[in-house]
């Protein structure tokens, strides 16, 4: 078969969040790359100009575990880098507040893109790649593409069509399953997955989508245990209350590293470190 690449687009940050270029329809914009949702998202203000129809739908929940209102909206023609990629299952919300100032115009589930190619995130490289490829044949070309990094296959969780994987755990705790969350800024674990491991007192580190409020602590530097590899955390933080999954691998471990992920649960995700 061979690898064959179908489309490929450069990435850039916007506060952290990787980011590429696309189109819907005649408009232009930015989207969020994140492993970390279940859905494609447009911002009802992008859906009201290109007149999409929508249907009201249930209360979304963000990072921070708030709710904020959300509308089904029709299947969606989006252009990446050339290529028509038919988006089903898209939500919209209203714009987060940095997304008007930044140009994005929504956000990218990206191991839902295509049902049979794989999403190559390169955070090593900046760039976006959607490949045909045989699981045989993908480790090889990735590893041709970054060859100072190692591979390691990781197991997804059916439970979950976010991008969460079995076979990671904070050194000296049990092994959790973990979202390998590209639209999260930092890596954080709940404290029942963490029991017992010192942090700070509790502090606000950022917002959700919604605007509300994420708290927790900062617990310093750690270590992970991923499929027999240590992977390195600066600062570890520590959440009182966390939605499952229980941890979560945030950009500031993710960039500078290659994701690959599909569509198929059954298929393991691909990170080189």
């Not at 602590?217 to 600062?235: C, F, K, M, P, T």
Request: charged content about 20%; hydrophobic content about 45%; overall charge negative.
């Amino acid at each position: 078969m061979g690898v064959r690449i179908l489309t490929h687009v450069p990435i850039t940050y916007g506060e952290q969040a990787p980011v590429v270029p696309g189109a819907v329809g005649s408009i232009e914009t930015l989207f969020v790359l994140d492993t970390g949702s279940d859905v494609h998202i447009l911002t009802k203000e992008l859906v009201d100009r290109l007149g999409l129809a929508v249907e009201p739908g249930e209360e979304g929940v963000d990072h921070s575990g708030a709710t904020m209102p959300s509308w089904s909206v029709e299947d969606v023609l989006l252009t990446l880098g050339g290529l028509d990629v038919a988006l089903d299952d898209v939500v919209s919300i209203p714009a987060p507040e940095p997304f008007p100032r930044l140009g994005i115009g929504g956000i990218l589930s990206p191991q839902h893109l295509h049902p049979t190619a794989v999403t190559v995130i390169d955070l090593l490289h900046d760039e976006l790649v959607l490949v045909e490829a045989d699981a045989e044949e993908l480790v090889p070309w990735l590893e041709a593409r970054s060859p100072g990094l190692s591979s390691l296959s990781l197991e997804r969780d059916p439970s979950f069509t976010s991008v969460a994987v079995r076979g990671i755990a904070v050194r000296a705790f049990a092994e959790r399953t973990t979202l390998l969350n590209s639209g999260g800024k930092r890596t954080e674990f709940s404290r029942a997955a963490v029991p017992g491991l010192a942090g700070g007192e509790e502090e606000r580190l950022g917002a959700g989508v919604s605007g509300a409020d994420i708290r927790g602590s900062i617990a310093g530097a750690q270590v992970l245990d991923v499929a027999g590899r240590e992977v390195h955390v600066a600062e570890l933080t520590v959440r009182e209350v966390m939605h499952d999954p229980q941890g979560m691998i945030g950009i500031d471990v993710l960039r500078g590293t290659v994701l690959a992920v599909a569509a198929d649960l059954a298929r393991p995700v691909v990170w080189r470190v």
